[in-house]
DNA sequence: CATCGATGGTACTGATCGGTAACAGCCATT
DNA sequence: AATGGCTGTTACCGATCAGTACCATCGATG
């Protein structure tokens, strides 16, 4: 007789209770969902919940920790997708994130919608909020600098609010509104936007 | 003996219960005030505040209502300060909401706040703050219209997208980071935007 | 087989929350 | 003075929530 193990392999716990308080969290709000539901999604309970975070704001933070590593991870697959051009990695970018807000299910940034969210500055969410944006805002202004734009941080902040602006947005205008043209902005902004004479830049 | 009436005559509990809401609801995030916490920051107790609001919600949809149309009255402000000139009064605009996103206490447009953190799409309050952001849309491309600038709806667009975008970032990036510079990137939009000959659209 | 760690299940605590009941006072009008 | 409407106060209900204690169970290792 076979040792049948037909279950699917189900994931280990940790990782289906951080899978399910990606959709719960991000759908309902953070602030609307217990952790009950949570364990409860993840097909486990709130004791082995808690055998893996410490508490509820421990299990926010390392839900908001992931979906930042994952963020910074697109950042990779531009270049991969567009080695040595800039540019195109620049509208590769705003294809996706402007696809990405435009999808039925999309409630805009996970990340800023916490920073709305859990209004208290000792939230240890916060941090992990804080830091991607800043990090995020960082590597959009060496991207435009690499490209070769004249003021490339004003065109990365430029760029920056837009794609803020159009996620956030999109929750109460709706789909047809502003947010839904991010992608035609930012292309004309960037298509009209004058560049250093292509001197190379190259460090090598 | 006059009849002594000292006290700094008090404004009727309604108007202390909404002055309240807009504190603590903006401040601390809706879902995390409790409607005990505004009876007693408005000095009355939840039975008063519930003979004039008959459920949370649609006191929260009422503190929506009043922030929104208090924003309405910006647009007659604008009016009144630049008669005549839309570009002006677009400036007057944006120089105000930016005036105001940067302060230290800003968490913000409450309004857009609010659909962050109300997820469920049933929420009355859902309802002022769409209606609400929709006229604003209006009103921003008719004024760009009005002063006469090509593709006004583009325009509008990215005014907007900016102006979402400033007010949200700035809980998460902080009050040093894109948004800061609002303004002055609007400022520049608009100057670099193309008008058309000016042939005096005036209706008169 | 025995052991041990990780997991699942149940039940519980203490606190908070939205909303209501019942009663007492206050003030203006008649 | 008497009335009636609005307000203040206390207490309560039922539900939900974060977090914990306790024990049963499974699976891998020795």
């Given at each position: 007789?076979?040792?049948?193990?037909?279950?699917?392999?189900?994931?280990?716990?940790?990782?289906?209770?951080?899978?399910?308080?990606?959709?719960?969290?991000?759908?309902?709000?953070i602030?609307?969902?217990?952790?009950?539901?949570?364990?409860?999604?993840?097909?486990?309970?709130?004791?082995?919940?808690?055998?893996?975070?410490?508490?509820?704001?421990?299990?926010?933070?390392?839900?908001?920790?992931?979906?930042?590593?994952?963020?910074?991870?697109?950042?990779?697959?531009?270049?991969?997708?567009?080695?040595?051009?800039?540019?195109?990695?620049?509208?590769?970018?705003?294809?996706?994130?402007?696809?990405?807000?435009?999808?039925?299910t999309?409630?805009?940034?996970?990340?800023?919608?916490?920073?709305?969210?859990?209004?208290?500055?000792?939230?240890?969410?916060?941090?992990?909020v804080?830091?991607?944006?800043?990090?995020?805002?960082?590597?959009?202004?060496?991207?435009?600098?690499?490209?070769?734009?004249?003021?490339?941080?004003?065109i990365?902040?430029?760029?920056?609010?837009?794609?803020?602006?159009?996620?956030?947005?999109?929750?109460?205008?709706?789909?047809?509104?502003?947010?839904?043209?991010?992608?035609?902005?930012?292309?004309?902004?960037?298509?009209?936007?004058?560049?250093?004479?292509?001197?190379?830049?190259?460090?090598?």
């Amino acid at each position: 007789m076979p040792r049948l193990k037909p279950q699917p392999a189900q994931p280990p716990p940790r990782e289906r209770i951080l899978q399910a308080a990606r959709e719960l969290f991000y759908r309902d709000g953070i602030n609307s969902v217990s952790v009950d539901a949570i364990a409860a999604a993840a097909d486990t309970n709130k004791m082995t919940l808690y055998r893996h975070f410490s508490s509820k704001n421990e299990l926010v933070a390392a839900y908001l920790a992931e979906l930042a590593a994952e963020g910074e991870g697109v950042w990779d697959e531009a270049r991969a997708a567009h080695p040595g051009d800039p540019d195109a990695q620049l509208r590769y970018l705003l294809r996706k994130v402007s696809q990405w807000a435009t999808q039925s299910t999309s409630r805009g940034c996970a990340l800023a919608n916490a920073a709305v969210e859990l209004a208290e500055r000792r939230h240890p969410a916060r941090r992990v909020v804080e830091a991607h944006k800043r990090k995020q805002c960082a590597r959009l202004v060496a991207l435009v600098r690499e490209a070769g734009y004249v003021r490339p941080e004003r065109i990365a902040d430029e760029i920056f609010l837009l794609v803020e602006g159009a996620r956030v947005s999109m929750q109460s205008v709706g789909r047809e509104g502003p947010g839904a043209r991010l992608y035609a902005l930012a292309c004309e902004l960037l298509d009209s936007a004058p560049k250093k004479k292509s001197l190379k830049a190259h460090t090598a």
